[in-house]
């Protein structure tokens, strides 16, 4: 079984139909992987029009390289695309002119996951064990972060490198934990093979909260006319699928027949009722700077740079 993870690598989707009036502007958004229930607030946006009426053509595609959006944004060549916070940082400390403009999902789903078939009922109880992970640097620094916690360190424990394939990794046994895991996925993917994941929240253990899908956009363009009508946009879209949360999971699944299943039904489910930002364009300033001293406390950014510099603030 794979991870979705997986799927992006050798994937490259147009996620929505482009929804414009004849004088509308075309707007590019690349996603971070191929098209599923964390962009439904993006196609609440294409479905209520809502694009349409701020005179934007917006196309919503998904990359075959995951690495190549921000690059791609940070040169000018598309509008935005989506990311995450920690990867923000470490794009403007290598230099990249990228900043957020959005937030999709202001609320963290990356998660520790173990089984419980494992004999695992505590994070005190991976003394000893393997732990599975994909990223370099983060996910060891969050790991390590989360074992400090609860009195260990990554001397206790065997970090294995398992290129995203976090489940099949967990089901056979190659390890017993895995990170980058997501709580509205990934672990209800467990849950519905008839196991029973144990979940352990970064932010339980150490890890400052962050928001977990940002829309990046060029820092020269970053507060632009184009960038508000598109956040304003997004806006009315998260109000729309709140209003109407079945009749988006429709046109959804209408236009997404691939979808139609019971994990991906399940994933909507679980992030509609309170994942999505109700504001995009708000900008929690505490939050990006305490993420980002501790990626500078922990050697992962070079620089502690002003929240000016990695984001922005943009009215609906």
């Known amino acids: ?129 393997k732990i599975g992970y994909s990223v370099e640097g983060v996910e060891r620094v969050l790991i390590g972060t989360m074992l400090k916690n609860v009195g260990l360190t990554l001397a206790d424990v065997t970090l294995v490198n398992v290129n995203f394939n976090l489940v099949t990794a967990l089901q056979a046994k190659e390890v017993d934990a895995v990170i980058g895991t997501f709580r509205t996925y990934e672990d209800i993917q467990l849950a519905q093979a008839g196991l029973s994941p144990v979940i352990f929240a970064p932010e ?46 429709a046109a959804f699944i209408k236009g997404n027949p691939s979808l139609n299943d019971r994990l991906d039904l399940a994933a909507w489910e679980a992030l509609v009722p309170g994942y999505f930002a109700p504001q995009p364009g708000a900008l929690d300033a505490a939050k990006y700077l305490r993420y980002r001293d501790f990626l500078a406390g922990n050697g992962l950014i070079k620089r502690k740079l002003p929240l000016s510099e990695y984001a922005v603030a943009v009215a609906a």
Not at 91 to 114: M, Q
Not at 208 to 233: T, Y
Request: aromatic residues 6%.
């Open 1 to 129: 079984m794979l991870s979705r993870r997986n799927f992006v690598l050798s994937s490259a989707v147009l996620a929505a139909p482009a929804v414009a009036r004849a004088s509308a502007e075309p707007f590019t958004l690349l996603l971070d992987w191929f098209v599923n229930p964390d962009h439904a607030p993006l196609f609440a946006a294409v479905y209520s029009g809502a694009f349409a009426r701020a005179g934007l053509e917006v196309k919503l595609i998904a990359p075959t390289d995951p690495d190549v959006p921000p690059r791609l944004v940070g040169a000018g060549q598309v509008e935005a695309c989506l990311g995450y916070q920690p990867q923000l940082y470490l794009l403007v400390d290598a230099g990249l002119p990228v900043k957020r403009v959005a937030t999709l999902i202001d609320k963290p789903l990356n998660t520790l996951t173990a089984l419980k078939e494992s004999g695992i009922a505590k994070l005190a109880d991976l003394k000893g064990r």
């Open 204 to 249: 339980d253990y150490g890890v400052p909260q962050s928001d977990e899908l940002l829309i990046l956009a060029n820092a020269r363009l970053a507060e632009g006319v184009k960038i508000k009508r598109f956040v304003g946009a997004l806006t009315e879209g998260v109000a729309a699928l709140a209003k109407d949360p079945e009749g988006m999971k």
